[in-house]
């Protein structure tokens, strides 16, 4: 079937750290990759997409690659800021489930001033 | 220019009472999904609508009605409200039903039955 695994939170940074968090999936053929933001009592965003092994998605300073080789699409940035405090998840879409979104459990970030 | 507005944000229901969960969204988009959000489960859907006049149950379709009343406007019913059912339910909807499309997220309505 199709999953979304995602590291466990929570994560907390100090401003201007590196970030990574993790995700690896499972579905068969191409499922396109997202990653969404859900800031404190408000509903999911997207940051980033990216539809086709070896896409890049990248936005506000975030990044990720579609890695079907190792079945990833890790979210990183350089360098993390106070506002970016959030809970970030993975998902994926296969064409042929009618845009139905799988999820992952969700990563809570905290930044320090 | 409002996206995808939910109704009500906040309810508490007894056990067994019955609601409705209103959304709507003004991007002319044609399918719009159901979702609840439960710690640290994600979130999984509940049921979708393709297209208007369509609905398909999702993951976690079991206690739930929906009705697509028209292009805009997709409902979500709790027939006989159970503790289980507590959660933040989010609706959403996306131009097309398909892996290309974005789906825009409305702020969520959260629900505790008692």
């Known amino acids: 079937g199709n999953s979304v695994t995602q590291m466990e939170g929570p994560v907390t940074l100090s401003e201007e750290a590196f970030l990574t968090i993790n995700c690896t999936y499972t579905?068969?053929?191409?499922?396109?990759l997202f990653w969404y933001v859900q800031y404190p009592g408000e509903g999911l965003q997207l940051l980033l997409k990216?539809?086709?092994?070896?896409d890049k998605g990248s936005n506000k300073g975030f990044e990720a690659t579609y890695r079907k080789e190792t079945t990833s699409f890790h979210l990183e940035k350089g360098s993390v800021q106070v506002s970016d405090s959030a809970v970030y998840f993975c998902?994926?879409?296969?064409?042929?489930?009618?845009?139905?979104?799988?999820f992952g459990r969700g990563t809570q970030l905290t930044v320090w001033p | 220019n409002a996206g995808v507005t939910q109704n009500p944000k906040f309810q508490v229901l007894k056990t067994g009472q019955s609601m409705t969960l209103q959304c709507a969204q003004d991007?002319?988009?044609?399918?719009m999904y159901w979702y609840r959000q439960d710690p640290g489960m994600g979130l999984r859907l509940i049921y979708y609508s393709a297209s208007e006049g369509t609905t398909d149950k999702g993951e976690v379709p079991n206690g739930y009605n929906v009705s697509r009343l028209n292009k805009r406007e997709f409902s979500l019913r709790l027939e006989s409200a159970a503790p289980s059912q507590t959660s933040v339910y989010f609706c959403?909807?996306?131009?097309?039903?398909?892996?290309?499309?974005?789906?825009?997220f409305g702020p969520g309505t959260r629900l505790t039955v008692l």
């Open positions: 959403a909807s996306s131009e097309e039903p398909d892996s290309y499309n974005e789906q825009f």
């Open positions: 990216a539809t086709k092994a070896d």
């Open positions: 579905a068969t053929g191409y499922p396109s």
């Open positions: 998902a994926l879409i296969r064409g042929s489930t009618l845009g139905r979104l799988y």
């Open positions: 991007m002319n988009h044609n399918s």
